[in-house]
């Protein structure tokens, strides 16, 4: 999302992370449920420093990881937004896209709506030629809204994620989907 901007559906509303996140924040990296396809949990004072470093690097490319809070109630209940791959980092290349959110809010197509307006956001405002989204083989709730986002499998781009440990094997394999910006117009005038 681009630093500082706030984009709203009509369930939720994308924002920077503010320091009074913390709690919220350091669940969506800790909570066993959340982190089922990660192969690490961060403790209070690591998530601190990785939402300030999100927002350090979400100032400095222009767009980055944000809080999606629900309107509806004010609480941030997810992770969602745009993020440049490194070249050489192990990961296909390009700008990524990804969602992380608590379990009281699956099954309601929150990550869906949220990573609309994300995808949406990155075609219209940064004018991106593509964007690819990247899941545990096995993570079939992950896969199931890129394919609602119009995301393609590109299965010649499946990889083994370089910073999964050889203590979790199961977490190794990644699918790579990706969805241009012709194939997103073609979507949206479907």
């Known amino acids: 999302m681009r630093h500082g901007a706030r984009l709203e559906t009509p369930r939720i509303l994308v924002r920077p992370w503010r320091e009074n996140d913390l709690e919220a924040f350091h669940r969506l990296n800790s909570d066993e449920q959340v982190m089922e396809f990660f192969p690490y949990r961060r403790d209070r004072e690591e998530s601190l420093a990785v939402m300030r470093d999100m927002n350090r690097r979400s100032r400095r490319d222009g767009f980055g990881w944000a809080a999606a809070e629900d ?10 937004g745009l993020s440049r791959v490194a070249p050489g980092d192990g990961l296909p290349p390009g700008v990524e896209t990804g969602w992380r959110f608590v379990p009281e809010s699956w099954g309601k197509g929150l990550a869906t709506e949220a990573a609309q307006a994300i995808v949406d956001h990155g075609f219209v405002d940064f004018g991106l030629d593509e964007i690819v989204a990247f899941a545990v083989e096995g993570n079939a709730a992950s896969i199931a809204v890129m394919r609602r986002l119009g995301m393609e499998d590109d299965v010649r781009s499946a990889f083994d994620h370089p910073r999964v440990p050889d203590t979790h094997p199961h977490l190794l394999r990644h699918v790579c989907y990706r969805i241009s910006r012709q194939g997103w117009l073609a979507k949206r005038t479907a």
């Open 71 to 80: 309107k509806a109630t004010g609480a941030v209940i997810g992770i969602v």
